[in-house]
C-alpha cells in the first residue's frame, strides 16, 4: 500500500470516529433536556417563591419587634417628662425636696386674727387648708388635696384613729365624717390624678360653742394602708 492510500484511510476512519463521538454527546444533551420536566421546573420555582415569602415574614417580625421597642421608648421619655415636670412643680413651690412619709412640711402663717391659709405636702400630696367655719355645734373645715407625682388612691380616716382637732381650750373632738368630691363619705377609697385638686370637708360634732381657734387641725390619710397625718396649727374659725 502507497502512501497516499494510508493517508486517505486513516483520514476516513478519524472522520468515523468523530461523528460517532458528535452522535453520542448529542444524545446524551437530547437525553439531559428531555431528563428535566417542566413539571421539575415549576416544583424549583414554587420552593425558591416559598423561600422567598418566608423571608419577607422574618423580616415583617422584625420590623413589627422594633415597632413594639419604638413605642416603649416613647414611652418611657414620657414618664421621664412628666417626673421632670414633677420636679420643677416642687422647685416652684420652694425649690425644697419631697419630704419623707411620717414628715410634714407646712407653708404659709396662721393669722390670729381671721381665717388661716395653710398648703403642706406630706406622702406624695400637697393639701390646703381655705377655712374652717362653726354653726351652732359643728364645725366645718374645708381645703384641697392634689396628687403632685403621680396618680394616687388614699382613704380619709374617721373615727378613732382619724382626723381630729383640738381646740384653745384643750378640748379635742374627733371628725365625724370626712368628704372628698363627689364620692361619697361611705366610700372607702378615693382616686386622685396626677395634678388636679380635689375639694375635701371635715365635719366636727358637738364642739364646744367656746372654740374659737384650732390649736391642731389633724387631717388623717392612709396610703397604700399607712395611715399618715398633716397638721395645720393656730386656726382661726368663722363664725
Known amino acids: 500500500m502507497d502512501e497516499s492510500r494510508v493517508t486517505l484511510w486513516g483520514a476516513a476512519t478519524i472522520a468515523g470516529i468523530c461523528a460517532i463521538v458528535g452522535a453520542i454527546g448529542g444524545a446524551m444533551v437530547q437525553q439531559h433536556r428531555e431528563s428535566v420536566s417542566p413539571e421539575q421546573d415549576s416544583g424549583k420555582l414554587a420552593?425558591?417563591?416559598?423561600?422567598?415569602?418566608?423571608?419577607?415574614?422574618?423580616?415583617?417580625?422584625?420590623?413589627?419587634?422594633?415597632s413594639s421597642q419604638a413605642q416603649a421608648v416613647e414611652g418611657l421619655q414620657a414618664q421621664l417628662q412628666a417626673c421632670q415636670a414633677s420636679v420643677a412643680q416642687l422647685k416652684a413651690q420652694g425649690d425644697k425636696p419631697c419630704p419623707t412619709p411620717g414628715t410634714a412640711e407646712v407653708t404659709g402663717v396662721a393669722s390670729p386674727s381671721g381665717p388661716s391659709s395653710q398648703t403642706q405636702i406630706e406622702g406624695g400630696l400637697s393639701v390646703k387648708l381655705e377655712r374652717c367655719v362653726a354653726t351652732g355645734s359643728e364645725i366645718e373645715c374645708e381645703f384641697q388635696v392634689t396628687a403632685l407625682r403621680e396618680d394616687l388612691r388614699i382613704t380619709p380616716l374617721v373615727?378613732?384613729?382619724g382626723s381630729r382637732l383640738v381646740d384653745q381650750d384643750g378640748n379635742e373632738v374627733q371628725a365625724?365624717?370626712?368628704?372628698?368630691?363627689?364620692?361619697?363619705?361611705?366610700?372607702?377609697?378615693?382616686?386622685?390624678?396626677?395634678?388636679?385638686?380635689?375639694?375635701?370637708t371635715i365635719f366636727f360634732e358637738r364642739v364646744p360653742s367656746s372654740s374659737n381657734t384650732l390649736r391642731l387641725l389633724q387631717v388623717t390619710f392612709a396610703?397604700?394602708?399607712h395611715p399618715f397625718s398633716v397638721n395645720?396649727?393656730?386656726i382661726t374659725v368663722q363664725r
Open 159 to 161: 373615727g378613732r384613729d
Open 47 to 66: 420552593a425558591l417563591k416559598s423561600q422567598l415569602e418566608e423571608r419577607d415574614a422574618k423580616i415583617g417580625e422584625l420590623n413589627g419587634r422594633l
Open 223 to 225: 396610703l397604700r394602708r
Open 176 to 200: 365625724s365624717e370626712f368628704k372628698m368630691g363627689s364620692t361619697p363619705a361611705q366610700m372607702p377609697e378615693v382616686r386622685l390624678v396626677q395634678d388636679i385638686p380635689v375639694r375635701a
Open 232 to 234: 395645720f396649727k393656730g
